[in-house]
């Protein structure tokens, strides 16, 4: 009996080699979580985790909890799809919260008010050189050269002194965190335009957020930087061979996952209104967790934008639903210790998996 041959070039496709999309497999991960607590909920609290049981209410889903979860994760989300192109090409970005730190002072400072209930702003840090009620372009833009730079001096490092990423990101990471308490002295600026206030007003974060995985989801998938980044995290050496210019690439992933950071900076700033420099504290971390649950594969050459959206959901509903089991905050540190250390548990494991398929 002949044997049917399915392929290209007469290379044997393997049914039994088959599997689902990663992707796939973190969604079923995320149902299972929400179930769980619905579960959990319904037996122990006598309430819903995703649906309405107040009588007075018409819609079926408790809306009201299903946008905390989303608007909780959307402001390190924008971190992780950078730090998602970072791992793609088999780096890592430890400086993500420390410029979000930093890009906040600076940014909010040049979106600063001229007066406060009819006063002189007492945080304004450049009232006296009249940079106060600038249009919100301004302090975007100046957020945007902060990430950009960070982004650009890492890339930098990690191109042409060929020193670990780990190293460099994690040089940038003090720095910036420096900056962001000594830019004005430890004090917190606050009192922004309506323009600036406007940019994290509502769900406009989630918008953001949502807009920008889309938008680098189509150029992951369909342009060169795309598959650049991809062919450099499998085999770096083979990419370099293949004509791809490795150090400008790498700069530009560094940069663009800089500039990502920067944009969260504006969102969080804005949304709080007002800029704090412990903002961004483990906001890196968080970001890698997202994105290796989404599983982006630390080793480099595997993952996607819509993993890591799915991963960061996953976080929102860990979170989401021990506040809503009533368990204290530290045990919520405790666990997203213990996730972030599963999660590349689980990115070793899918590894090993994968070797013994092939």
Request: proline share 3%; net charge positive; aromatic share 8%.
């Amino acid at each position: 009996m002949a044997q049917t041959s399915h392929g290209v070039g007469g290379v044997g496709y393997d049914a039994k080699k088959r599997s689902w999309p990663a992707e796939l497999n973190v969604f079923l991960a995320l149902v299972i979580l929400v179930i769980a607590f619905e579960l959990i909920g319904r037996v122990f609290l006598g309430d819903s985790f995703l649906f309405n049981t107040r009588s007075d209410v018409s819609a079926i889903f408790n809306e009201a909890r299903l946008q905390i979860i989303i608007l909780q994760v959307s402001i390190v989300g924008i971190i992780a799809i950078g730090v998602t192109q970072v791992i793609i090409t088999g780096g890592i970005d430890l400086s993500s919260g420390s410029i979000v730190g930093a890009t906040a002072m600076i940014a909010m400072s040049f979106a600063q008010v001229a007066l406060v209930n009819g006063n002189p702003n007492p945080k304004a840090m450049f009232l006296a050189q009249g940079w106060t009620d600038l249009p919100v372009i301004v302090p975007v833009l100046v957020a945007i050269g902060c990430g950009l730079f960070a982004g650009l001096v890492n890339g930098a490092l990690i191109a042409y002194t060929r020193i670990p990423p780990f190293i460099a990101t994690l040089g940038m990471m003090v720095t910036a965190r420096g900056i962001a308490k000594w830019w004005s002295k430890g004090q917190p600026i606050s009192f922004p335009t309506e323009g600036f206030a406007a940019i994290g007003k509502g769900l406009m974060p989630v918008i953001i957020f949502l807009s920008l995985a889309v938008l680098f989801h189509l150029i992951m998938t369909y342009t060169r930087y795309g598959k650049h980044c991809y062919a450099i995290g499998s085999n770096e050496d083979a990419a370099r061979m293949s004509g791809i210019k490795i150090a400008n690439h790498k700069i530009l992933v560094y940069v663009i996952a800089g500039v990502l950071a920067a944009l969260a900076a504006v969102v969080l700033s804005s949304k709080n209104l007002t800029a704090q420099s412990g903002m961004g504290v483990m906001y890196e971390l968080d970001a890698i967790a997202m994105a290796v649950i989404g599983g982006v594969s630390l080793s480099g050459g595997r993952g996607s934008i819509v993993g890591t959206v799915i991963g960061a959901l996953i976080f929102g509903v860990i979170i989401s639903g021990f506040t809503f089991l009533r368990l204290d905050a530290y045990y919520q540190e405790m666990v997203k210790g213990v996730i972030i250390v599963g999660a590349v548990v689980l990115d070793q494991w899918r590894q090993r998996l994968r070797a013994m398929r092939a």
